[in-house]
């Protein structure tokens, strides 16, 4: 257990260092139990610091030895941190032995075991726990690393940079020696030490210069690996043709652990990757995996720019390399997909998580700004505000200074900051300067507030039509709602990319008064006062408004739409986004309606014709149709309410669930067949689509028959699941099934478990399969509990802990909000059981109850009452702590 130390740290007590660490050499005796690491340091004065005290952080060490300039010093040790006084002038040589038990590292965070293997991680204070240092961002040293460890056991050590030498010792034991020509911060080293083997492929990059690719993996996993190489391929030559940015090393490794906290770590040269964005084949990884695959693994490449060469000068800056680098993952999977139809597809599931997660994030307990002001754990701030909202701030820059102009600012910001260690601020500068007429460049500072304010603001719009003077008038608003700590907001500059569909479906010229002409049928408005108005001239007929456009800012619209004009724009909108938008919103009017109202949901005509309408275009693409076909998520739903009742919420949406299943019938019959996959399988946008809209349509079939009690659909999905050429198609089976709760059930999941039980990643996807199935009458929270003591079933291993307790707390939401309180006894028994093995996942675990205080009785009390149990154990990590104390707020 981690104990807290329960110090707040504040952005603005940033101090430089005393001291630079310039040069490491580390050497590793690599043992399970006690490994020996000697570290060798060049250390220098800071001229400007106050302090002459040197303060190294260590955390779970055994401390044996100091030498400065190889002579022993006296030192002590407190409040974790190596405190040594009496230092010389200027710069000297530091070194110091201690060990560590890799074995004992529950955490994974610092040095720990895997399968038999050694892998570090040391984002973001991981490094402390290997030896004793300058662990902070802003101090960057030129690392040579030496392994030493048994040779059979060990047969491959890697390291960051180039290997420089390596060969046998005694004992039974080799080693190599790594050396990385590039300083970096703590948190960017690795290493690695085990029994793995590895595809490689050679490339010649558009500079002519030849780079070695590796991704390694253990012995049976080598035929998952094709699909990754070619999305660091693709990712390699992405960087080079849209930002000019190339690969600067030799070699560069993809390492692959099934022990790992998060998704990957993109530690310089040496990327180490949970195998779940690895390891995909055909048979074992379905379309959504491979998706994540390419954008991992393009995200911890292009790292190697915004992240490595250009880092964060301290942890509140995280944003400038997290948010910068989900853009840049965002965009080349857009890029890659191709077509203005797959990329509008790519773009709403960004939306969709967005929402999932980061609007729900800002209007909790946890909402902090995309750049915070103060942390107790760092770890508990890799959120999807500094993630994914830091990545729409960065988009909405490129909005408004143009795709070349962005470009260029990029470009400003390397010839400033490479090498550096910089802040947020450093980086919208560089993209202003680089665009000195640009709105952003005007409006900086205000602009800015996206870094500085945490919550979602709300944009009200609301348009006037004037038939005689054919003017349109366009008022917005905007308005942030406090958040902790927070309770007034400034205005924030808002690109709002806008279009007017004419009731004739025509899209119309767009000319504000006092323009000679009109600017095209599509244009970006910047609302950066607290209310604005706009007058279009020119327009012949009544418009419907198609606002926010590609979802240009991240906001919550507030229009007065109304179902005609949400019709019109499901029909005929240019914006394939707000296509899909108006999709979602005539569901969720319906769904809203009956949630506030009676609870009785009766499926109009209206709405059933446009969805048929959707599902038989003939010009809109399969992957299309099955996101406008997806009803909102019930955690969306809950977000647009003033009190929560999980349960009836569930009710309703599974009402309109069986309705669209019975109303639409013939129209999924004919949708499962047309879109059958011919040939062999792909994961490409086309194929992708049209496996997704075949599951659906299955799962609506299944759901029809399971409540006619005819067991053709049924059959024909336990057919489907056992003959499934490909995993999607297995598992949309499968899911069918689930989601039915046919009686075919039972039978296929024993099946499937049967068939997969060696393949650690498809376990996952059986657990959480039914972690997630609709709850009914109690059984899917019941059946969870059973699986806990399931053989296959370990907290210890994150994946799949999250495929079982997470995927309940957070994705099952009615089989978790229960009146008898039984799902937040469970999760509050689980949060400190996880506690005390691995903090990181723990307080992760703990954010499933940020919105308790939107809940309805009795789930409300209940769920108090849960989180305070939590809060009230002694022994709390601190990021446990920091989660729970802020819930109870
Ligand atoms: N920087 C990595 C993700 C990462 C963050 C924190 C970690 O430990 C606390 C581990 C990995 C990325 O953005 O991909
Ligand atoms: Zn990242």
Same mark, same amino acid.
């Given at each position: 257990?981690?104990?807290g130390?329960a110090t707040v740290i504040r952005r603005e007590d940033y101090?430089?260092?005393?001291?630079?660490?310039?040069?490491?050499?580390?050497?590793?005796?690599?043992?399970?139990?006690?490994?020996?690491?000697?570290?060798?340091?060049?250390?220098?004065?800071?001229?400007?610091?106050?302090?002459?005290?040197?303060?190294?952080?260590?955390?779970?060490?055994?401390?044996?030895?100091?030498?400065?300039?190889?002579?022993?010093?006296?030192? +002590?040790?407190?409040?974790?941190?190596?405190?040594?006084?009496?230092?010389?002038?200027?710069?000297?040589?530091?070194?110091?032995?201690?060990?560590?038990?890799?074995?004992?590292?529950?955490?994974?965070?610092?040095?720990?075991?895997?399968?038999?293997?050694?892998?570090?991680?040391?984002?973001a204070?991981?490094?402390?726990?290997?030896? %004793?240092?300058?662990?902070?961002?802003?101090?960057?040293?030129?690392?040579?690393?030496?392994?030493?460890?048994?040779?059979?056991? &060990?047969?491959?050590?890697?390291?960051?940079?180039?290997?420089?030498?390596?060969?046998?010792?005694?004992?039974?034991?080799?080693?190599?020696?790594?050396?990385?020509?590039? $300083?970096?911060?703590?948190?960017?080293?690795?290493?690695?030490?085990?029994?793995?083997?590895?595809?490689?492929?050679?490339?010649?990059?558009?500079?002519?210069?030849?780079?070695?690719?590796?991704?390694?993996?253990?012995?049976?996993?080598?035929?998952?690996?094709?699909?990754?190489?070619?999305?660091? #391929?693709?990712?390699?030559?992405?960087?080079?043709?849209?930002?000019?940015?190339?690969?600067?090393?030799?070699?560069?490794?993809?390492?692959?652990?099934?022990?790992?906290?998060?998704?990957?770590?993109?530690?310089?040269?040496?990327?180490?990757?949970?195998?779940?964005?690895?390891?995909?084949?055909?048979?074992?990884?379905?379309?959504?995996?491979?998706?994540?695959?390419?954008?991992?693994?393009?995200?911890? &490449?292009?790292?190697?720019?915004?992240?490595?060469?250009?880092?964060c000068r301290d942890w509140f800056q995280l944003s400038l390399k997290e948010g910068l680098?989900v853009f840049?993952?965002?965009?080349?999977?857009?890029?890659?997909?191709?077509?203005?139809?797959? *990329?509008?597809?790519?773009?709403?599931?960004d939306v969709r998580t967005l929402r999932q997660h980061q609007f729900p994030e800002d209007a909790g307990p946890m909402a902090h700004p995309v750049r915070p002001d103060s942390y107790l754990a760092i770890d508990n701030f890799y959120t999807a505000t500094v993630y994914d909202k830091g990545a729409e701030v960065v988009r909405m820059m490129?909005t408004l200074?143009?795709?070349?102009?962005? @470009?260029?600012?990029?470009?400003?910001?390397?010839?400033?900051?490479?090498?550096?260690?910089?802040t947020c601020d450093?980086f919208a500068?560089? #993209?202003?300067?680089?665009?000195?007429?640009?709105?952003?460049?005007?409006k900086l500072e205000q602009f800015k507030r996206w870094y500085s304010q945490a919550g979602t603001p709300r944009v009200a719009a609301?348009?006037?039509?004037?038939?005689?003077?054919?003017? &349109?008038?366009?008022?917005l608003s905007q308005h942030c709602p406090p958040t902790p700590g927070q309770s007034e907001k400034q205005p924030f500059v808002i690109p709002v990319?806008?279009?007017?569909?004419?009731?004739?479906?025509?899209?119309?010229?767009?000319?504000?008064?006092?323009?000679?002409?009109?600017?095209?049928?599509?244009?970006?408005?910047v609302l950066s006062e607290a209310a604005q108005?706009?007058?279009?001239?020119?327009?012949?007929?009544?418009?419907?408004?198609?606002l926010l456009?590609?979802f240009s800012a991240p906001v919550i619209l507030e229009d007065?739409?109304?179902?005609?004009?949400?019709?019109?724009?499901?029909?005929?909108?240019?914006?394939?986004?707000?296509?899909?938008? @108006?999709?979602?919103?005539?569901?969720l009017?319906?769904?809203l309606?009956? #949630?506030?109202?009676?609870?009785?949901?009766?499926?109009?005509?209206?709405?059933?014709?446009?969805?048929?309408?959707?599902?038989?275009?003939?010009?809109?693409?399969?992957?299309?149709?099955?996101?406008?076909?997806?009803?909102p998520g019930e955690s969306y739903i809950a977000e647009q309410l003033e009190e929560v009742?999980p349960?009836?919420i569930?009710?309703?949406?599974?009402?309109? +669930?069986?309705?669209?299943?019975?109303?639409?019938?013939?129209?999924?019959?004919?949708?499962?067949?047309?879109?059958?996959?011919?040939?062999?399988?792909?994961?490409?946008?086309?194929?992708?689509?049209?496996?997704?809209?075949?599951?659906?349509?299955?799962?609506?079939?299944?759901?029809?028959?399971?409540?006619?009690?005819?067991?053709?659909? $049924?059959?024909?999905? %336990?057919?489907?699941?056992?003959?499934?050429?490909?995993?999607?198609? *297995?598992?949309?089976?499968?899911?069918?099934?689930?989601?039915?709760?046919?009686?075919?059930?039972?039978?296929?999941?024993? *099946?499937?478990?049967?068939?997969?039980?060696?393949?650690?990643?498809?376990?996952?996807?059986?657990?959480?399969?039914?972690?997630?199935?609709?709850?009914?009458?109690?059984?899917?929270?019941?059946?969870?509990?059973?699986?806990?003591?399931?053989?296959?079933?370990?907290?210890?291993?994150?994946?799949?802990?999250?495929?079982?307790?997470?995927?309940?707390c957070f994705?099952?939401p009615?089989?978790?909000h *229960?009146?008898?309180?039984?799902?937040?006894?469970?999760w509050?028994?689980?949060v400190?059981?996880?506690?005390?093995?691995?903090?990181q996942?723990a307080a992760r675990l703990a954010r499933a109850m940020d919105r308790w205080k939107q809940l309805a009785?009795?789930y409300r009390s209940?769920a108090r009452?849960a989180i305070a149990?939590v809060a @009230?154990?002694?022994?709390l990590?601190d990021d446990v702590r920091e989660i729970v104390t802020r819930a109870l707020a």
């Amino acid at each position: 257990m981690r104990e807290g130390t329960a110090t707040v740290i504040r952005r603005e007590d940033y101090a430089a260092p005393a001291y630079w660490i310039r040069s490491v050499e580390l050497t590793f005796d690599l043992d399970p139990v006690k490994t020996l690491v000697t570290n060798r340091m060049q250390v220098e004065r800071n001229p400007h610091a106050t302090t002459q005290t040197l303060r190294l952080d260590g955390e779970d060490l055994n401390l044996l030895r100091v030498l400065v300039n190889g002579e022993s010093v006296s030192f +002590r040790v407190e409040n974790q941190q190596l405190v040594l006084e009496n230092l010389p002038a200027e710069s000297f040589t530091l070194e110091l032995r201690n060990t560590c038990s890799p074995e004992k590292n529950t955490q994974l965070s610092g040095l720990y075991t895997s399968s038999g293997g050694f892998f570090t991680q040391c984002e973001a204070q991981g490094f402390r726990r290997i030896t %004793y240092f300058l662990d902070r961002p802003d101090v960057m040293a030129v690392y040579t690393v030496t392994l030493k460890a048994d040779r059979a056991k &060990y047969p491959v050590l890697l390291s960051n940079g180039n290997l420089v030498e390596q060969g046998p010792l005694d004992n039974g034991k080799h080693y190599a020696k790594w050396h990385d020509p590039f $300083p970096k911060p703590s948190y960017l080293f690795a290493l690695v030490a085990a029994k793995l083997v590895c595809r490689e492929q050679k490339i010649r990059a558009a500079s002519g210069r030849e780079h070695l690719l590796q991704v390694y993996v253990r012995a049976g996993d080598l035929d998952k690996t094709e699909h990754a190489m070619h999305s660091l #391929i693709a990712s390699v030559a992405w960087d080079e043709r849209r930002f000019g940015l190339s690969l600067d090393l030799d070699r560069f490794m993809i390492v692959a652990v099934s022990d790992f906290n998060m998704g990957a770590m993109e530690n310089k040269g040496l990327n180490i990757f949970n195998t779940k964005y690895v390891l995909a084949n055909p048979a074992t990884a379905t379309d959504v995996d491979h998706a994540g695959i390419e954008s991992v693994v393009g995200h911890e &490449y292009f790292h190697n720019w915004t992240g490595n060469r250009v880092t964060c000068r301290d942890w509140f800056q995280l944003s400038l390399k997290e948010g910068l680098t989900v853009f840049r993952d965002q965009e080349f999977s857009q890029d890659l997909a191709g077509t203005p139809s797959a *990329r509008a597809v790519k773009r709403i599931d960004d939306v969709r998580t967005l929402r999932q997660h980061q609007f729900p994030e800002d209007a909790g307990p946890m909402a902090h700004p995309v750049r915070p002001d103060s942390y107790l754990a760092i770890d508990n701030f890799y959120t999807a505000t500094v993630y994914d909202k830091g990545a729409e701030v960065v988009r909405m820059m490129q909005t408004l200074v143009g795709r070349d102009g962005f @470009a260029r600012g990029m470009t400003l910001y390397f010839e400033r900051h490479d090498g550096q260690a910089v802040t947020c601020d450093d980086f919208a500068q560089a #993209i202003a300067d680089a665009n000195p007429g640009s709105a952003l460049a005007h409006k900086l500072e205000q602009f800015k507030r996206w870094y500085s304010q945490a919550g979602t603001p709300r944009v009200a719009a609301r348009g006037l039509y004037n038939a005689e003077m054919r003017t &349109y008038t366009l008022e917005l608003s905007q308005h942030c709602p406090p958040t902790p700590g927070q309770s007034e907001k400034q205005p924030f500059v808002i690109p709002v990319a806008l279009g007017l569909v004419g009731r004739n479906a025509q899209p119309l010229p767009l000319q504000l008064v006092g323009e000679n002409a009109p600017a095209g049928t599509e244009r970006v408005l910047v609302l950066s006062e607290a209310a604005q108005r706009f007058e279009f001239t020119g327009i012949e007929v009544e418009p419907v408004p198609s606002l926010l456009r590609g979802f240009s800012a991240p906001v919550i619209l507030e229009d007065t739409l109304s179902d005609a004009d949400l019709l019109t724009l499901l029909a005929h909108d240019a914006d394939p986004f707000n296509r899909w938008e @108006a999709g979602q919103r005539l569901a969720l009017n319906r769904l809203l309606a009956a #949630i506030k109202g009676d609870g009785v949901l009766q499926l109009d005509g209206a709405y059933v014709d446009a969805m048929r309408a959707v599902i038989r275009h003939p010009a809109l693409d399969a992957a299309f149709k099955e996101l406008v076909l997806t009803l909102p998520g019930e955690s969306y739903i809950a977000e647009q309410l003033e009190e929560v009742d999980p349960q009836r919420i569930h009710a309703v949406r599974e009402s309109m +669930r069986l309705q669209l299943a019975h109303a639409l019938h013939a129209e999924w019959e004919w949708a499962y067949e047309v879109h059958q996959d011919q040939g062999g399988y792909s994961p490409d946008p086309v194929s992708t689509g049209r496996r997704a809209l075949v599951s659906l349509s299955l799962a609506y079939l299944c759901l029809a028959a399971a409540e006619k009690q005819v067991p053709l659909w $049924p059959g024909k999905a %336990y057919q489907r699941f056992k003959d499934a050429g490909n995993m999607t198609d *297995r598992l949309g089976a499968l899911s069918a099934l689930v989601g039915a709760h046919s009686e075919l059930a039972a039978p296929a999941l024993e *099946r499937f478990h049967a068939m997969f039980r060696d393949e650690a990643l498809v376990v996952d996807k059986w657990f959480a399969l039914q972690a997630t199935a609709p709850e009914k009458g109690g059984r899917v929270f019941a059946r969870v509990k059973t699986l806990m003591s399931h053989p296959d079933f370990s907290l210890r291993n994150p994946n799949r802990a999250r495929s079982l307790v997470t995927a309940l707390c957070f994705s099952n939401p009615a089989a978790f909000h *229960r009146t008898d309180a039984a799902g937040y006894v469970f999760w509050a028994e689980r949060v400190l059981e996880l506690d005390a093995i691995n903090p990181q996942l723990a307080a992760r675990l703990a954010r499933a109850m940020d919105r308790w205080k939107q809940l309805a009785e009795p789930y409300r009390s209940a769920a108090r009452e849960a989180i305070a149990r939590v809060a @009230a154990k002694g022994e709390l990590s601190d990021d446990v702590r920091e989660i729970v104390t802020r819930a109870l707020a």
